[in-house]
Protein backbone atom coordinates (compact mmCIF):
# COMPACT_ATOMS: atom_id res chain seq x y z
CA UNK A 1 0.00 0.00 0.00
CA UNK A 2 1.70 3.39 -0.53
CA UNK A 3 -0.52 7.39 -0.61
CA UNK A 4 -1.20 7.59 -3.73
CA UNK A 5 -3.91 4.65 -3.19
CA UNK A 6 -5.89 6.34 -1.34
CA UNK A 7 -6.45 9.29 -3.36
CA UNK A 8 -5.83 12.18 -1.66
CA UNK A 9 -5.30 15.64 -3.54
CA UNK A 10 -2.22 16.70 -5.21
CA UNK A 11 -0.82 19.54 -2.17
CA UNK A 12 -1.27 16.70 0.19
CA UNK A 13 0.24 14.10 -1.56
CA UNK A 14 2.95 16.95 -1.51
CA UNK A 15 3.36 17.48 1.90
CA UNK A 16 3.44 13.47 2.91
CA UNK A 17 6.00 13.72 0.68
CA UNK A 18 7.55 16.83 2.35
CA UNK A 19 7.01 14.94 5.69
CA UNK A 20 9.26 12.01 4.16
CA UNK A 21 6.58 9.32 4.61
CA UNK A 22 6.82 6.29 2.07
CA UNK A 23 4.06 4.04 3.43
CA UNK A 24 1.35 4.46 5.67
CA UNK A 25 1.09 3.02 9.01
CA UNK A 26 -1.46 0.27 9.90
CA UNK A 27 -4.07 2.68 11.48
CA UNK A 28 -3.83 5.04 8.34
CA UNK A 29 -4.38 1.91 6.15
CA UNK A 30 -7.66 1.46 8.16
CA UNK A 31 -8.57 4.42 8.77
CA UNK A 32 -7.96 7.20 5.68
CA UNK A 33 -10.53 5.22 2.87
CA UNK A 34 -13.52 5.64 5.57
CA UNK A 35 -12.87 8.75 6.78
CA UNK A 36 -12.78 9.89 2.66
CA UNK A 37 -15.84 8.62 2.39
CA UNK A 38 -17.49 10.71 5.26
CA UNK A 39 -18.37 7.55 7.31
CA UNK A 40 -17.99 8.16 11.10
CA UNK A 41 -15.06 6.13 12.80
CA UNK A 42 -13.96 5.13 15.96
CA UNK A 43 -9.98 4.28 15.99
CA UNK A 44 -8.42 2.21 18.58
CA UNK A 45 -4.95 3.47 18.45
CA UNK A 46 -2.30 4.95 21.13
CA UNK A 47 0.02 7.83 20.07
CA UNK A 48 2.87 6.86 18.06
CA UNK A 49 0.84 4.67 15.67
CA UNK A 50 0.41 7.47 13.36
CA UNK A 51 -3.02 8.17 14.40
CA UNK A 52 -3.11 12.10 14.06
CA UNK A 53 -2.34 12.09 10.51
CA UNK A 54 -4.82 9.03 9.88
CA UNK A 55 -7.53 11.44 10.49
CA UNK A 56 -5.85 15.08 9.34
CA UNK A 57 -4.94 13.59 5.69
CA UNK A 58 -8.83 12.74 5.01
CA UNK A 59 -10.15 15.36 6.80
CA UNK A 60 -7.91 17.98 4.84
CA UNK A 61 -9.11 16.51 1.75
CA UNK A 62 -12.76 16.64 2.38
CA UNK A 63 -12.08 20.17 4.00
CA UNK A 64 -10.57 20.98 0.74
CA UNK A 65 -13.18 20.21 -1.60
CA UNK A 66 -15.11 23.25 -1.02
CA UNK A 67 -12.98 26.53 -1.23
CA UNK A 68 -12.64 28.57 1.88
CA UNK A 69 -15.37 31.22 2.69
CA UNK A 70 -15.17 34.44 2.60
CA UNK A 71 -16.04 34.80 5.89
CA UNK A 72 -14.40 31.63 7.72
CA UNK A 73 -16.29 29.56 10.36
CA UNK A 74 -14.80 26.67 11.73
CA UNK A 75 -15.74 23.35 9.98
CA UNK A 76 -13.23 21.52 11.99
CA UNK A 77 -12.86 20.81 15.50
CA UNK A 78 -10.35 18.77 17.30
CA UNK A 79 -11.12 17.66 20.75
CA UNK A 80 -7.77 17.26 22.84
CA UNK A 81 -6.87 16.62 27.21
CA UNK A 82 -3.59 18.39 27.06
CA UNK A 83 -2.20 21.37 25.60
CA UNK A 84 1.03 19.74 24.56
CA UNK A 85 -1.40 17.04 22.19
CA UNK A 86 -3.76 20.04 21.26
CA UNK A 87 -0.13 21.98 19.89
CA UNK A 88 1.34 19.34 18.22
CA UNK A 89 -2.67 18.20 16.55
CA UNK A 90 -2.59 21.54 15.04
CA UNK A 91 1.22 21.62 14.06
CA UNK A 92 -0.09 18.41 12.13
CA UNK A 93 -2.95 19.54 10.10
CA UNK A 94 -0.53 23.24 9.45
CA UNK A 95 2.22 21.17 8.42
CA UNK A 96 -0.19 18.51 6.05
CA UNK A 97 -2.26 21.19 5.28
CA UNK A 98 0.53 23.39 4.31
CA UNK A 99 -0.45 24.61 0.39
CA UNK A 100 -4.69 24.62 1.37
CA UNK A 101 -5.06 27.91 2.22
CA UNK A 102 -7.00 26.42 5.36
CA UNK A 103 -6.75 28.40 8.29
CA UNK A 104 -5.87 26.68 11.73
CA UNK A 105 -5.73 27.50 15.44
CA UNK A 106 -4.87 26.08 18.64
CA UNK A 107 -7.30 27.23 22.17
CA UNK A 108 -5.95 25.78 25.38
CA UNK A 109 -5.90 27.57 28.98
CA UNK A 110 -3.04 28.37 31.18
CA UNK A 111 -2.29 31.57 28.63
CA UNK A 112 -4.46 34.45 27.89
CA UNK A 113 -7.10 33.64 25.80
CA UNK A 114 -7.22 37.55 23.91
CA UNK A 115 -4.95 35.81 20.88
CA UNK A 116 -7.34 32.82 20.97
CA UNK A 117 -10.60 34.91 20.76
CA UNK A 118 -8.85 36.98 17.92
CA UNK A 119 -7.93 34.36 16.04
CA UNK A 120 -11.63 33.35 15.95
CA UNK A 121 -13.07 36.76 15.21
CA UNK A 122 -10.31 36.56 11.83
CA UNK A 123 -12.11 33.40 11.38
CA UNK A 124 -10.70 30.07 11.18
CA UNK A 125 -11.41 26.45 9.00
CA UNK A 126 -9.81 24.24 11.77
CA UNK A 127 -9.97 24.80 15.58
CA UNK A 128 -7.85 22.50 17.88
CA UNK A 129 -8.87 22.71 21.23
CA UNK A 130 -8.82 21.47 25.14
CA UNK A 131 -12.39 21.13 26.36
CA UNK A 132 -12.03 23.93 29.44
CA UNK A 133 -10.87 27.08 27.56
CA UNK A 134 -12.63 25.80 24.68
CA UNK A 135 -16.16 26.35 26.55
CA UNK A 136 -15.17 29.65 28.57
CA UNK A 137 -14.79 30.98 24.99
CA UNK A 138 -18.27 29.35 23.85
CA UNK A 139 -19.76 31.01 27.13
CA UNK A 140 -18.21 34.36 26.38
CA UNK A 141 -20.16 34.11 22.97
CA UNK A 142 -15.84 34.26 21.49
CA UNK A 143 -16.74 31.15 19.84
CA UNK A 144 -19.44 29.60 17.82
CA UNK A 145 -19.69 25.43 16.63
CA UNK A 146 -22.63 25.88 14.57
CA UNK A 147 -20.90 25.25 11.68
CA UNK A 148 -18.61 22.51 12.02
CA UNK A 149 -19.05 19.54 9.93
CA UNK A 150 -15.94 17.30 11.36
CA UNK A 151 -16.16 16.75 14.99
CA UNK A 152 -12.69 14.76 16.26
CA UNK A 153 -12.20 13.50 19.79
CA UNK A 154 -8.47 12.68 19.85
CA UNK A 155 -6.82 10.57 23.18
CA UNK A 156 -10.68 10.17 24.35
CA UNK A 157 -9.38 7.64 27.38
CA UNK A 158 -7.17 10.13 28.30
CA UNK A 159 -9.77 13.03 28.30
CA UNK A 160 -12.12 10.79 30.64
CA UNK A 161 -8.96 10.16 32.92
CA UNK A 162 -8.57 13.99 33.81
CA UNK A 163 -12.58 14.28 34.10
CA UNK A 164 -13.61 15.99 30.44
CA UNK A 165 -16.65 13.96 29.83
CA UNK A 166 -19.23 16.83 31.64
CA UNK A 167 -17.09 19.09 29.04
CA UNK A 168 -17.31 17.31 26.01
CA UNK A 169 -20.90 16.48 26.34
CA UNK A 170 -21.37 20.16 26.67
CA UNK A 171 -19.45 20.92 23.82
CA UNK A 172 -20.70 18.20 21.44
CA UNK A 173 -24.12 19.48 22.20
CA UNK A 174 -23.55 22.89 20.34
CA UNK A 175 -22.06 21.49 17.35
CA UNK A 176 -24.23 20.24 14.35
CA UNK A 177 -25.88 16.79 14.49
CA UNK A 178 -25.74 16.33 10.82
CA UNK A 179 -21.74 16.20 11.35
CA UNK A 180 -18.80 13.42 10.52
CA UNK A 181 -17.54 12.38 13.96
CA UNK A 182 -14.32 10.53 14.68
CA UNK A 183 -13.44 8.83 17.95
CA UNK A 184 -9.42 7.96 18.58
CA UNK A 185 -8.82 6.03 21.63
CA UNK A 186 -5.68 4.10 23.28
CA UNK A 187 -8.57 2.22 25.06
CA UNK A 188 -12.06 1.52 24.86
CA UNK A 189 -13.33 1.78 28.46
CA UNK A 190 -17.15 1.23 28.71
CA UNK A 191 -17.45 4.95 29.45
CA UNK A 192 -16.09 5.80 26.38
CA UNK A 193 -17.82 3.13 24.43
CA UNK A 194 -21.25 4.76 25.61
CA UNK A 195 -19.62 8.32 24.72
CA UNK A 196 -18.91 6.69 21.13
CA UNK A 197 -22.87 5.24 20.87
CA UNK A 198 -24.54 8.60 21.61
CA UNK A 199 -22.02 10.86 19.50
CA UNK A 200 -21.52 8.44 16.37
CA UNK A 201 -23.39 7.37 13.78
CA UNK A 202 -22.96 4.37 12.55
CA UNK A 203 -19.32 4.64 12.76
CA UNK A 204 -16.41 2.31 11.18
CA UNK A 205 -14.46 0.94 14.51
CA UNK A 206 -10.52 0.03 13.10
CA UNK A 207 -7.69 -1.00 16.20
CA UNK A 208 -4.10 -1.40 15.63
CA UNK A 209 -1.59 -3.61 17.80
CA UNK A 210 -0.50 -1.54 20.51
CA UNK A 211 2.92 0.14 20.56
CA UNK A 212 3.59 -1.38 23.83
CA UNK A 213 4.29 -5.12 21.95
CA UNK A 214 7.94 -4.47 21.59
CA UNK A 215 8.24 -4.09 25.73
CA UNK A 216 8.36 -7.52 25.97
CA UNK A 217 11.08 -8.91 24.53
CA UNK A 218 13.63 -6.67 25.09
CA UNK A 219 15.50 -6.83 28.43
CA UNK A 220 15.21 -3.75 30.04
CA UNK A 221 16.38 -2.29 33.02
CA UNK A 222 17.14 2.10 34.69
CA UNK A 223 20.20 3.51 36.44
CA UNK A 224 18.47 5.94 39.32
CA UNK A 225 21.56 8.39 38.70
CA UNK A 226 22.28 12.13 39.24
CA UNK A 227 22.32 14.26 36.09
CA UNK A 228 25.98 15.30 36.88
CA UNK A 229 26.73 11.54 36.16
CA UNK A 230 24.86 10.68 33.55
CA UNK A 231 27.56 11.22 31.30
CA UNK A 232 30.43 9.28 33.22
CA UNK A 233 27.70 6.79 33.56
CA UNK A 234 27.33 6.36 29.56
CA UNK A 235 30.96 6.12 29.01
CA UNK A 236 31.28 3.42 31.56
CA UNK A 237 28.21 1.81 29.72
CA UNK A 238 29.64 1.66 26.32
CA UNK A 239 33.41 0.24 27.74
CA UNK A 240 31.04 -2.89 28.84
CA UNK A 241 32.53 -6.12 26.64
CA UNK A 242 29.45 -6.88 24.29
CA UNK A 243 28.00 -3.14 24.08
CA UNK A 244 28.86 -3.88 20.43
CA UNK A 245 26.24 -1.56 18.52
CA UNK A 246 24.22 0.94 20.69
CA UNK A 247 21.75 3.78 19.75
CA UNK A 248 21.53 6.98 22.33
CA UNK A 249 18.55 8.74 22.85
CA UNK A 250 18.54 12.20 24.40
CA UNK A 251 15.03 14.22 24.01
CA UNK A 252 16.87 17.02 22.25
CA UNK A 253 19.37 18.01 19.30
CA UNK A 254 21.62 19.93 21.25
CA UNK A 255 21.70 17.63 23.98
CA UNK A 256 22.42 14.22 21.11
CA UNK A 257 25.41 17.17 20.21
CA UNK A 258 26.54 17.68 23.80
CA UNK A 259 26.70 13.67 24.11
CA UNK A 260 28.94 13.13 20.93
CA UNK A 261 30.73 15.80 22.35
CA UNK A 262 31.85 14.71 25.42
CA UNK A 263 32.19 10.86 24.16
CA UNK A 264 34.83 11.92 21.83
CA UNK A 265 36.75 13.43 24.70
CA UNK A 266 37.20 10.30 26.68
CA UNK A 267 37.40 8.52 23.21
CA UNK A 268 34.28 6.79 22.25
CA UNK A 269 33.58 7.73 18.80
CA UNK A 270 30.09 8.53 18.26
CA UNK A 271 27.82 10.56 15.86
CA UNK A 272 24.91 12.24 15.99
CA UNK A 273 21.78 12.30 14.16
CA UNK A 274 18.68 14.48 14.50
CA UNK A 275 16.54 17.40 12.51
CA UNK A 276 19.21 19.52 12.75
CA UNK A 277 21.44 17.38 10.53
CA UNK A 278 21.49 17.07 6.70
CA UNK A 279 20.19 14.68 5.09
CA UNK A 280 23.89 13.40 3.77
CA UNK A 281 25.12 14.44 6.80
CA UNK A 282 22.72 11.26 8.64
CA UNK A 283 23.39 8.89 5.64
CA UNK A 284 27.49 9.44 6.02
CA UNK A 285 26.15 8.35 9.92
CA UNK A 286 24.03 5.88 9.42
CA UNK A 287 26.23 4.46 6.74
CA UNK A 288 28.96 4.33 9.18
CA UNK A 289 27.07 3.22 12.23
CA UNK A 290 26.08 -0.01 9.58
CA UNK A 291 29.47 -0.39 8.68
CA UNK A 292 30.70 -0.91 11.96
CA UNK A 293 32.82 1.89 11.76
CA UNK A 294 31.18 3.69 14.65
CA UNK A 295 28.93 1.58 17.44
CA UNK A 296 27.30 4.23 18.99
CA UNK A 297 24.62 6.38 17.43
CA UNK A 298 22.97 9.41 19.31
CA UNK A 299 19.65 10.25 18.01
CA UNK A 300 16.91 12.61 19.37
CA UNK A 301 13.29 10.67 18.93
CA UNK A 302 12.37 12.32 15.94
CA UNK A 303 15.33 11.04 13.62
CA UNK A 304 14.89 7.70 15.61
CA UNK A 305 11.38 7.20 14.39
CA UNK A 306 12.27 5.24 11.21
CA UNK A 307 15.24 4.26 12.01
CA UNK A 308 15.75 0.46 10.84
CA UNK A 309 19.13 -1.51 11.73
CA UNK A 310 20.03 -4.82 12.60
CA UNK A 311 21.52 -5.93 15.64
CA UNK A 312 21.65 -2.97 17.69
CA UNK A 313 22.82 -4.52 21.12
CA UNK A 314 21.99 -1.76 23.49
CA UNK A 315 19.31 1.07 23.58
CA UNK A 316 20.44 3.53 26.10
CA UNK A 317 18.08 6.03 27.22
CA UNK A 318 20.38 8.87 28.11
CA UNK A 319 17.05 11.08 29.01
CA UNK A 320 14.02 9.59 29.96
CA UNK A 321 10.94 10.69 26.95
CA UNK A 322 8.10 12.39 28.94
CA UNK A 323 5.96 10.11 26.27
CA UNK A 324 5.89 6.89 27.36
CA UNK A 325 5.30 5.49 23.60
CA UNK A 326 8.03 7.37 22.66
CA UNK A 327 10.07 4.67 25.35
CA UNK A 328 8.15 2.24 23.66
CA UNK A 329 9.85 2.92 20.61
CA UNK A 330 12.96 3.70 21.14
CA UNK A 331 13.70 0.35 22.80
CA UNK A 332 11.80 -1.25 19.93
CA UNK A 333 15.01 -0.34 18.11
CA UNK A 334 16.94 -3.49 19.53
CA UNK A 335 15.62 -6.97 20.07
CA UNK A 336 14.03 -6.94 16.54
CA UNK A 337 13.59 -10.31 14.61
CA UNK A 338 13.89 -12.51 17.86
CA UNK A 339 17.50 -11.25 18.32
CA UNK A 340 18.05 -10.46 22.26
CA UNK A 341 18.70 -6.48 22.77
CA UNK A 342 18.90 -4.80 26.12
CA UNK A 343 17.40 -1.36 26.71
CA UNK A 344 19.12 0.89 29.57
CA UNK A 345 17.52 3.86 30.57
CA UNK A 346 19.16 6.97 32.58
CA UNK A 347 16.58 7.96 35.28
CA UNK A 348 17.36 11.61 37.51
CA UNK A 349 15.21 12.74 39.98
CA UNK A 350 13.41 15.10 37.58
CA UNK A 351 12.43 12.17 35.20
CA UNK A 352 10.88 9.56 38.05
CA UNK A 353 7.69 10.78 37.47
CA UNK A 354 8.13 10.12 32.77
CA UNK A 355 9.69 6.58 34.31
CA UNK A 356 6.59 6.03 36.17
CA UNK A 357 4.57 6.49 33.54
CA UNK A 358 6.32 4.19 31.48
CA UNK A 359 6.14 1.72 33.75
CA UNK A 360 2.04 1.74 33.26
CA UNK A 361 2.28 1.91 29.91
CA UNK A 362 4.39 -1.37 29.25
CA UNK A 363 2.36 -2.68 32.14
CA UNK A 364 5.77 -4.00 34.89
CA UNK A 365 8.01 -2.08 36.67
CA UNK A 366 11.75 -1.71 34.93
CA UNK A 367 14.52 -3.44 36.93
CA UNK A 368 16.50 -0.77 38.81
CA UNK A 369 20.60 -1.50 38.63
CA UNK A 370 22.77 -0.54 41.04
CA UNK A 371 25.29 2.20 40.45
CA UNK A 372 28.98 1.37 39.88
CA UNK A 373 31.07 2.33 42.56
CA UNK A 374 33.78 4.05 40.71
CA UNK A 375 31.16 7.02 39.07
CA UNK A 376 32.91 10.29 39.92
CA UNK A 377 32.06 12.30 42.74
CA UNK A 378 29.42 14.87 42.79
CA UNK A 379 29.24 18.18 43.68
CA UNK A 380 27.32 19.12 46.72
CA UNK A 381 23.86 18.24 45.66
CA UNK A 382 20.72 20.50 46.44
CA UNK A 383 18.81 19.31 49.06
CA UNK A 384 16.26 16.73 48.52
CA UNK A 385 18.72 15.52 45.79
CA UNK A 386 18.69 11.59 45.62
CA UNK A 387 22.14 10.16 46.30
CA UNK A 388 22.92 7.12 44.62
CA UNK A 389 24.14 4.22 46.86
CA UNK A 390 27.26 2.99 44.89
CA UNK A 391 28.15 -0.33 44.16
CA UNK A 392 30.11 -2.80 41.86
CA UNK A 393 29.67 -3.37 38.62
CA UNK A 394 28.80 -6.56 38.22
CA UNK A 395 30.50 -9.05 34.82
CA UNK A 396 28.90 -10.48 31.84
CA UNK A 397 25.49 -10.21 30.46
CA UNK A 398 24.14 -7.24 27.99
CA UNK A 399 22.07 -5.74 30.91
CA UNK A 400 25.15 -5.45 33.12
CA UNK A 401 25.21 -5.59 36.77
CA UNK A 402 25.19 -9.56 36.57
CA UNK A 403 21.70 -9.19 35.68
CA UNK A 404 20.89 -8.47 39.16
CA UNK A 405 18.26 -5.62 39.66
CA UNK A 406 20.33 -4.23 42.75
CA UNK A 407 17.98 -2.41 45.35
CA UNK A 408 14.78 -0.98 43.81
CA UNK A 409 13.92 2.29 45.27
CA UNK A 410 10.73 3.26 45.54
CA UNK A 411 9.79 6.39 43.27
CA UNK A 412 9.71 9.57 44.28
CA UNK A 413 5.72 10.90 45.05
CA UNK A 414 6.68 14.39 44.63
CA UNK A 415 7.03 13.98 40.96
CA UNK A 416 6.49 16.70 38.87
CA UNK A 417 5.33 14.37 35.23
CA UNK A 418 2.09 15.44 34.70
CA UNK A 419 1.65 18.80 32.48
CA UNK A 420 5.43 18.50 31.51
CA UNK A 421 6.43 21.34 28.81
CA UNK A 422 6.87 20.18 25.66
CA UNK A 423 5.51 17.15 24.92
CA UNK A 424 7.62 15.75 22.38
CA UNK A 425 9.91 16.87 19.18
CA UNK A 426 7.71 18.37 16.70
CA UNK A 427 10.50 18.52 14.15
CA UNK A 428 9.24 21.95 13.54
CA UNK A 429 7.65 22.43 10.04
CA UNK A 430 8.32 22.90 6.18
CA UNK A 431 12.01 21.58 5.20
CA UNK A 432 12.45 18.56 2.88
CA UNK A 433 13.20 15.16 5.39
CA UNK A 434 14.96 12.35 4.47
CA UNK A 435 12.56 9.49 3.54
CA UNK A 436 11.73 7.49 6.35
CA UNK A 437 10.69 3.72 6.00
CA UNK A 438 7.77 3.55 8.86
CA UNK A 439 8.36 1.43 11.92
CA UNK A 440 4.95 0.09 12.32
P1 LIG B 1 1.23 10.07 15.97
O1 LIG B 1 0.85 8.67 16.35
O2 LIG B 1 0.20 10.75 15.17
O3 LIG B 1 1.65 10.85 17.18
O4 LIG B 1 2.49 9.99 15.00
C1 LIG B 1 3.74 9.50 15.39
C2 LIG B 1 4.86 9.95 14.48
O5 LIG B 1 4.83 9.21 13.29
C3 LIG B 1 4.87 11.41 14.10
O6 LIG B 1 6.18 11.89 14.36
C4 LIG B 1 4.61 11.41 12.61
O7 LIG B 1 5.32 12.43 11.95
C5 LIG B 1 5.12 10.05 12.16
N1 LIG B 1 4.39 9.47 11.03
C6 LIG B 1 3.05 9.53 10.79
N2 LIG B 1 2.75 8.85 9.67
C7 LIG B 1 3.90 8.34 9.19
C8 LIG B 1 4.25 7.52 8.04
N3 LIG B 1 3.32 7.08 7.21
N4 LIG B 1 5.54 7.21 7.86
C9 LIG B 1 6.49 7.63 8.73
N5 LIG B 1 6.24 8.40 9.82
C10 LIG B 1 4.96 8.74 10.06
Redesign the pocket.
Known amino acids: MN ?1 EQFGLSAPIQHA ?1 GM ?7 P ?2 VKAIPPILEGRDLIGI ?10 FALPVLHRLGLVPPRHQRNVRCLVLTPTRELAA ?2 AD ?1 FKTYGNNQHLRSTVIFGGVGQNPQAQALRTGVDICVACPGRLLDLIQQGLCKLDTVEVLILDEADRMLDMGFLPDIKRIVARVPQKRQTLLFSATMPREIRELASSMLHDPVEVSVTPVSCAAETVDQSVYHVPKGLKQALLTQILKQPGVDRAIVFTRTKHGADKVVKKLGAVGIRAEAIHGNKSQNQRLRALDAFKKGQIRVLVAS ?2 AA ?2 LDIDDITHVINFEIPNEP ?1 TYVHRIGRTGRAGASGAAVSLCDGEERGFLRDIERIIRKPVPVLPLPGDLPQLPPEPPGEFRPQRQGFGGGGRRFGGGGHGPSRPHDPHRSGHGNPGR ?1 N ?2 GGGGQRPS ?5
Open positions: FIQGYTTPTIQAQTGTGKTAAQVSDIRGERSGRSNPW
